[in-house]
T-cell receptor, first 108, second 113 residues
Framework: EDQVTQSPEALRLQEGESSSLNCSYTVSGLRGLFWYRQDPGKGPEFLFTLYSAGEEKEKERLKATLTKKESFLHITAPKPEDSATYLC?????????FGSGTKLNVKP | DTGVSQDPRHKITKRGQNVTFRCDPISEHNRLYWYRQTLGQGPEFLTY????????KSRLLSDRFSAERPKGSFSTLEIQRTEQGDSAMYLCASSLTSVETQYFGPGTRLLVL
């Protein structure tokens, strides 16, 4: 069964404390993996697309990596404004499969 | 603003009433998706369109739900005889192709009393 699992469900960090979020998937025919940020009451905001194992993308304090079975979203020296839910999604052929997200809370 | 827009942003209705939501995708995007999201969960796929053709519907989409995309432009999602279990955020997204990034609208939050 095609599935996307994100861990941890919730993560509390102190400002400046780096960490990583995990997205593991069991999807046949993977065509791409996507990371989104979602603030409360809003639609998901696109962050990164990764298409092949070994690929990495960076944006400000965020770095996404991809292997054949999982992806990591590394957050370096986070700030309170990075607090949000981070969603991972994979696409095969025609459908996107979303994980349940990791809710990140960064304390000042 | 050339992003995905949705209307209304919030809807409160009584059980048994019909509601209709609208989504305007990014203009050059051929694909349009509808999702439902409940608290603490990721978006769940409902249906998608390639231009005006509805190509797939999830098992979540009961016969009370109908979606259209006339002329391959905006789309509407109608829920008939609403139930309390329909309360959720309804998200619309659009993309250029099936594997390209989906860009989401702000969502319509539905509350059924």
């Amino acid at each position: 069964e095609d599935q996307v699992t994100q861990s941890p469900e919730a993560l509390r960090l102190q400002e400046g404390e780096s960490s990583s979020l995990n997205c593991s998937y069991t999807v046949s025919g993977l065509r791409g993996l996507f990371w989104y940020r979602q603030d409360p009451g809003k639609g998901p905001e696109f962050l990164f697309t990764l298409y092949s194992a070994g690929e990495e993308k960076e944006k400000e304090r965020l770095k996404a990596t991809l292997t054949k079975k999982e992806s990591f979203l590394h957050i370096t020296a986070p700030k309170p404004e990075d607090s949000a839910t981070y969603l991972c999604a994979v696409v095969n052929f025609n459908k996107f499969y979303f994980g349940s997200g990791t809710k990140l809370n960064v304390k000042p | 603003d050339t992003g995905v827009s949705q209307d209304p942003r919030h809807k409160i209705t009584k059980r048994g009433q019909n509601v209709t939501f609208r989504c305007d995708p990014i203009s050059e995007h051929n694909r349009l998706y509808w999702y439902r999201q409940t608290l603490g969960q990721g978006p769940e796929f409902l249906t998608y369109f390639q231009n005006e053709a509805q190509l797939e519907k999830s098992r979540l989409l009961s016969d009370r739900f109908s979606a259209e995309r006339p002329k391959g432009s905006f789309s509407t999602l109608e829920i008939q005889r609403t139930e309390q279990g329909d309360s959720a955020m309804y998200l619309c997204a659009s993309s250029l192709t099936s594997v390209e990034t989906q860009y989401f609208g702000p969502g319509t939050r539905l509350l059924v009393l």
